[in-house]
């Protein structure tokens, strides 16, 4: 997302980037004064976590499912 100010001696600019806040001021020629970037960690009161979102697996269900295919391999096999 950008915002965009245009006046007649300067224009700034403020983007949204992926790392963080970009910050960005040109004089009336387009010539940059300022330009900088801001990381999100440094602007918000929050912390940023990463999570690995593979799958875990459910222990109760792996056990159900075990109990499950003994019980069908001991019908199966005549064993009752």
Known sequence: MKFQQKQL???TQLALRENGLFVSQR???GRID???EIPYEELLPIEV??????????WRW???????LLKLLHVNLGLR
Do not use: C, H, K, L
């Open 9 to 11: 001696t300067r224009s």
């Open 27 to 29: 004089d009336g020629r």
């Open 34 to 36: 300022i330009a900088v």
């Open 49 to 58: 976590e990463y999570r690995n979102t593979t799958p875990q697996i459910q």
């Open 62 to 68: 792996a056990i159900v499912g075990i109990f499950w």
